[in-house]
């Protein structure tokens, strides 16, 4: 079946670094995202991982093993506007985007 | 370039009631996706139109519908609401039919009573 599981919820220090991981299960794979949602936002576009390895944006980098059905999004130097939902999604075979439940990251000062 | 708009921003309707919501998505998006956002639950996907056909459906009871026109606006309509439809609804566009990259709109918060 379909499956993508993340932590529901991380909490961290401002400047910090922090690592949300996903983990997926799905029919066929074509790549996998990350979106920031701030509440009562919309989802916003983060990065897309269709190779294995690191993808480094700015303070924001992805990972991914497909080998492994693992992700994880990394960010460094966190500023109190990062406190978010992170959402992890997997496009499968039939190229139909399947969503995690979403990590809320909280910033600390 | 504007963005994915949806339309109403916020609905209360009544238990029984049908609705239906308004997605316009970004001019050249010919890929337009539902979803329903609620605490806790994530994105659950509706259905998923490309060139006016249905092209992927989620496990949502046959009172969810939607469809697409040629100028690839899209329209979901809810019937007989029920208490536990009150959520967030999405709607994103994509460029291709390999949905690359999503964008939403803001969607519309339903709140059934």
């Known amino acids: 079946g379909q499956n993508i599981d993340q932590p529901t919820e991380m909490t961290a220090t401002e400047g910090a670094i922090v690592q949300i991981n996903c983990t997926y299960q799905?029919?066929?794979?074509?790549?996998l995202f990350w979106y920031q949602q701030h509440a009562g936002e919309a989802p916003t576009f983060l990065s897309y991982?269709?190779l294995d390895g690191l993808e480094e944006k700015g303070r924001f980098s992805s990972f991914l093993s497909r080998s492994k059905g693992y992700s994880y999004l990394l960010l460094k130097e966190l500023q109190m506007k990062d406190s978010a939902s992170y959402l992890c999604?997997?496009?499968?075979?039939?190229?139909?985007?399947?969503w995690g439940a979403g990590t809320k990251l909280i910033i600390k000062p | 370039k504007a963005g994915v708009t949806q339309t109403p921003r916020y609905l209360i309707k009544t238990r029984g009631q049908q609705v239906t919501l308004s997605c316009s998505p970004i001019s050249g998006h010919r890929s337009v996706s539902w979803y329903q956002q609620t605490p806790g639950q994530g994105l659950q996907f509706l259905f998923e139109?490309?060139?006016?056909?249905?092209?992927n459906k989620g496990n949502f009871p046959g009172r969810f519908s939607g469809r697409q026109f040629s100028n690839s606006r899209s329209e979901m309509n809810v019937s007989t609401l029920e208490l536990g439809d009150s959520a967030l609804y999405l709607c994103?566009?994509?460029?291709?039919?390999?949905?690359?990259?999503?964008?939403f709109g803001q969607g519309t918060r339903l709140t059934v009573v």
């Open positions: 991982n269709v």
């Open positions: 799905t029919s066929g794979f074509n790549g």
């Open positions: 994103a566009s994509s460029a291709d039919s390999l949905n690359t990259e999503a964008f």
């Open positions: 139109y490309f060139s006016e056909t249905q092209r």
């Open positions: 999604a997997v496009t499968e075979g039939n190229y139909q985007l399947i």
